[in-house]
């Protein structure tokens, strides 16, 4: 299982969350997604995801992004509905 994080403390914007989901994917100035239908084909295809093997995702100080970020449950509702673990700590 592949393990990605996303770091909340850098999340105050709905554009943050973009950079920073893509970062964790794709390294520095990585693509994963800009709005809730492109979050959900990269989920689904192999935007840097492994195209074989399970992955998951970790959101470090996700409470933080939750307090900036509009649409933290649509974003939240999008991994369920695509089946990919999200793990909010």
């Known amino acids: ?3 990605y994080r996303i770091d909340g403390s850098a999340i105050s914007s709905t554009k943050d969350f973009y950079e920073e989901i893509g970062r964790s994917v794709n390294g520095q100035g990585g693509y994963f997604g800009s709005n ?6 990269c ?8 195209a074989d093997d399970a992955f998951e995702f970790e959101w470090i100080d996700s409470e933080n992004a939750r307090a900036n970020l509009d649409g933290f449950d649509d974003i939240v509702a999008v991994f369920a509905d695509q089946g ?6």
């Open 43 to 50: 989920l689904r295809g192999s935007f840097g995801t492994p």
């Open 84 to 89: 990919i673990g999200l793990h909010l700590l």
């Open 36 to 41: 809730l239908d492109g979050l959900a084909d």
């Open 1 to 3: 299982m592949i393990h």
